[in-house]
T-cell receptor, first 114, second 117 residues
């Protein structure tokens, strides 16, 4: 168990809908990272938050947004969903603003858009 | 731009034998970190091993060791005494050291390892 908790584990929704994925980092970790894993794109970094502030942005679509709350949990919001958004979404956490020697991943949320 | 290359899409190894998974990287930074993760069919990403660019010794964690050749920009994972439970996808990843890049990891495309009994 990595200590990073993601909910839900599975999500099936229709095109055009909006969903929210939730991540609780390991106790004490201040950084949260979101990644998308799809068959054609592989593992892609989406966005990082550190202590409530956006720290780095990757290939995140404008239809996607995220935030980190005062209790350090994070949510990734995906809207106007398309079939191509079907993927495994991972959250990872680390203590500081840079991944030091370890970055622990949650079990992922498998999103299926139908 | 930083890049991770894993040239072996799939590999087979006999149980109890050692196997090497290749990883090469490209970066202009002097400070960076290299990681290996295991992803079994259940989907979770399991951290295996880390090597810092300034570490002179190769990292080891149990049956896992990282063969770090800085001049060649390679960071191969060696798994000794393979077990059936080692069958999984393995990803090499890199974190650059520049603070303004944040802490993101760049991943390779992965190598699928199958261990034969």
């Amino acid at each position: 168990d990595s200590g990073v908790t993601q909910t839900p584990k599975h999500l099936i929704t229709a095109t055009g809908q909006r969903v929210t994925l939730r991540c609780s980092p390991r106790s004490g970790d201040l950084s949260v990272y979101w990644y998308q894993q799809s068959l054609d794109q592989g593992l892609q970094f989406l966005i990082q938050y550190y202590n409530g502030e956006e720290r780095a942005k990757g290939n995140i679509l404008e239809r996607f947004s995220a935030q980190q709350f005062p209790d350090l949990h994070s949510e990734l919001n995906l809207s106007s969903l398309e079939l191509g958004d079907s993927a495994l979404y991972f959250c990872a956490s680390s203590l500081g603003p840079l991944v030091d020697t370890e970055a622990f991943f949650g079990q992922g949320t498998r999103l299926t858009v139908v | 731009a930083q890049k991770i290359t894993q040239t072996q899409p799939g590999m087979f190894v006999q149980e109890k034998e050692a196997v090497t998974l290749d990883c090469t990287y490209d970066t202009s930074d002097q400070s960076y970190g290299l990681f290996w993760y295991k992803q079994p069919s259940s989907g979770e990403m399991i951290f295996l091993i880390y090597q810092g660019s300034y570490d002179e010794q190769n990292a080891t964690e149990g049956r896992y060791s990282l063969n770090f050749q800085k001049a060649r920009k390679s960071a191969n994972l060696v798994i000794s005494a393979s077990q059936l439970g080692d069958s999984a996808m393995y990803f090499c990843a890199m974190r650059e050291g520049r603070d303004n890049q944040g802490g993101k990891l760049i991943f390779g495309q992965g190598t699928e390892l199958s261990v034969k009994p």
